[in-house]
């Protein structure tokens, strides 16, 4: 069982970029068929995807939300890190860093969550 730990400042100011980190409790996040994303759902809404990095470093991102988001990895702290540019109150959410495994499940099909985290952009 995978333990993910999602990290992230409470509290951030419109127009900045909120950083998010998920520290993995596993051997390499570089694993063959791993995948590692992050999920949110803002209060009284459904969960939306907003990217994922592969085993292999490529990076998958969720087209509404393309152009502000980035996401890394640093593979020596297994730990991947999400940034959303020029937030807004529209961005305040749970967000939860998720894990799957390809070679056990479909591709999106994000079966080890983390416990979330809750942000709040205002000002």
């Known amino acids: 069982q995978v333990q993910l730990q999602e990290s992230a400042p409470g509290l951030v100011k419109p127009s900045e970029t909120l950083s998010l980190t998920c520290s993995v409790s596993?051997?390499?996040?570089?694993?063959?068929?791993?995948?590692w994303g992050w999920i949110r759902q803002p209060p009284g809404k459904g969960l939306e995807w907003m990217g994922a990095?592969?085993?292999?470093?490529?990076?998958y991102y969720s087209p509404s939300l393309k152009s502000r988001t980035s996401i890394s990895r640093d593979t020596s702290k297994n730990q991947f890190t999400l940034q959303l540019s020029s937030v807004t109150p529209e961005d305040t959410s749970v967000y939860y860093c998720?894990?799957?495994?390809?070679?056990?499940?479909?591709?999106?099909?994000?079966?080890?969550w983390g416990q979330g985290t809750q942000v709040t952009v205002s000002s």
């Open positions: 990095i592969a085993f292999s470093g490529t990076t």
């Open positions: 998720v894990a799957m495994q390809s070679n056990l499940n479909p591709l999106g099909y994000w079966d080890q």
């Open positions: 596993v051997d390499s996040i570089t694993a063959d068929y791993s995948y």
